[in-house]
């Protein structure tokens, strides 16, 4: 597992190349470090700690990678492991295939539930056609699952924060779809409607912003004076992490703030929008290092890096080389927590003992009853 907190080591680029130096661990805003001398111009860059992956996706990219080695490919992943393109990329190389729907999944076959979650009714289906279901929806995600049981159970209308369309909230809202309400963000809590104002409860979906959800929660208790609150914070504290760094990014004099990830990543997409709330001239989110626009950096001394909690550090790494191979070869990290969560693999994952058959794979004939 990368180490967040920690800064890359090296940058892998061409000798030819001026690699960026990195600085401190820690918040350091006043050092001024003397100027290579043959860089083109001057230009820092303010890593963000932490940034990238968080445990829960660690894990499910383990998960992949442990599968495909006790099973052999193919092995199916409903949906996208994790929302980033270069980690399915990679995955696909090495013989994961992805799929919309279990039912795409050959019967008997091993399929991996992504790191989303899903609703009940895909293990319902997967169960019906005899999959070897692995598990890899965060834990972080599941404790949202069973807050939303539990409270669905006790009567209450569940007013669940997150954006519409997300697998997470689908998965969330398969969970007791009578009695959520989805509400994407201050504009809709100051509409929603609900049976009984006196049994409600707020949940979220982890990968929000925590100061907008701060302001649909206002909204949402001005309406609702009885309204619960989770028993812990739902927003996870990965996603929290990233943006508390972001902003220091930003205070720390990052004019432009490049954020690794993909657009379909929500986390991601957060670290855009707390970056430009924290008053950034601009923020991008981008794939790739080759994405980032030359404009982007005109006249631009300071820039802000990090990545989302799906981003695999070698797109960081590869960011570095690239700005430092246009003058900004000052690295310094600054750092707003230090990680150690660590989320252990899916107990369905293991190798098979002596007396026990692997699972089936792709190919064999289907278990029928
Ligand atoms: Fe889990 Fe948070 Fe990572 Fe999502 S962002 S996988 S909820 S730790």
Redo the contacts with the bound molecule.
Sequence with gaps: MPDPANPPGGTGGPARRQPPRLGPATPDRTATPPAPAHRPREGRVLLAAPRGF????VR?VDTVEEALALYGPPVYVRNEIVHNQRVVADLRAKGAVFVAETDQVPEGATVILS?HGVAPTVRTRAAERHLNVIDAT?P??SKVHREAVRYAAQGYTILLIGHAGHEEVIGTLGHAPDQIRLVDGPEQAARIEVPDASRTVWLSQ??LSVDETTRTVEVLKSRFPQLLSPPSDDI????QNRQAAVKLLVAGGAQVVIVLGSANSS?SRRLVDVADDAGARAAHLVDHARDIAPAWLRGVHTVGVTSG?SAPETLVTETLTHLADRGYTDVHTLSAAQETTTFALPHTLHRPGPDQPPPMRTGDQALGD
Aim: with cysteine; charged share 0%.
């Design positions: 968080c445990a829960g996706v499910a790191a965060c972080l995600v982890t990968t996870c504290y990965a996603t986390n909690a």
